[in-house]
Every structure is written in C-alpha cells, then in structure tokens.
Nanobody, 125 residues
Framework: QVQLVESGGGLVQTGGSLRLSCAASGRTFNTMGWFRQAPGKEREFVAATSWSSSSTRVADFVQGRFSISRDSAKNTVYLQMVMLKPEDTAVYYC????????????????????WGQGTQVTVSS
C-alpha cells in the first residue's frame, strides 16, 4: 500500500521557520513535491524535485524563502520554510509520482498520482 505521510506543520509567528517532511512508503518515487491550499483558494504548486533528472523547481512566490530537498535512501522529501508570512497559511500537501516529471510540468498537480493527507501550517501576524 502506497502512503505519503506529512509531518512538521504547526503554528508559527511571522518570520519564523518550519520544516515539513513527507515520508513515502510502498514504492519509490522519481518525483516528489509540495502543493498548498489556503481556505477559499485553489491548490497551488510550491516546490518539487525529480530524482533521475536532478530537476528542482520552486514557485516564484516562495523563491528565497522555501527550499526542497530529498533523502532518497529514506524515500522522504522535505520543505524548509523560512521567513514565513501570514499568506503562507495553508494546508500543505505532499505529492509524488513514479515518473520523471519534466521541469515545466512539475507545476501541474494533475501530473502527480499520489497525495498525502496534508499538514496545516498557520502563520500568525
């Protein structure tokens, strides 16, 4: 059974930091990433990485504040978030696919087959 389990979310003040983790089990994924969804808004791309191509993409609105990394041995992907803002408040979802998703397609949620349940990140002002 394939599972993606996110952890690391929580409540933090503006300017604070959090590190999200997503541990995958059941299979090995080539591409893993993060999306987020704020109340009343559509799910949006945050960051993703494809192992076999060493391709990494981070959304423009979090450039310089968020970074993605992965530990292939642990089948885990991380999202390091610093300088958090209230507008970063959302449920953060881990996404994964067994394929190598090309760089320009990492942005699209439809390309990811597996999803985690999400972890809440709340940034207080």
């Amino acid at each position: 059974q394939v599972q993606l389990v996110e952890s690391g979310g929580g409540l933090v003040q503006t300017g604070g930091s959090l590190r999200l983790s997503c541990a995958a089990s059941g299979r090995t994924f080539n591409t893993m990433g993060w999306f987020r969804q704020a109340p009343g808004k559509e799910r949006e791309f945050v960051a993703a990485t494809s192992w076999s191509s060493s391709s990494t993409r981070v959304a423009d609105f979090v450039q310089g504040r968020f970074s993605i990394s992965r530990d292939s041995a642990k089948n885990t992907v991380y999202l390091q978030m610093v300088m958090l803002k209230p507008e970063d408040t959302a449920v953060y979802y881990c996404a994964a696919d067994s394929r190598r998703i090309p760089y320009y397609s990492l942005y699209f949620s439809i390309n990811y087959e597996y999803w985690g349940q999400g972890t809440q990140v709340t940034v207080s002002s």
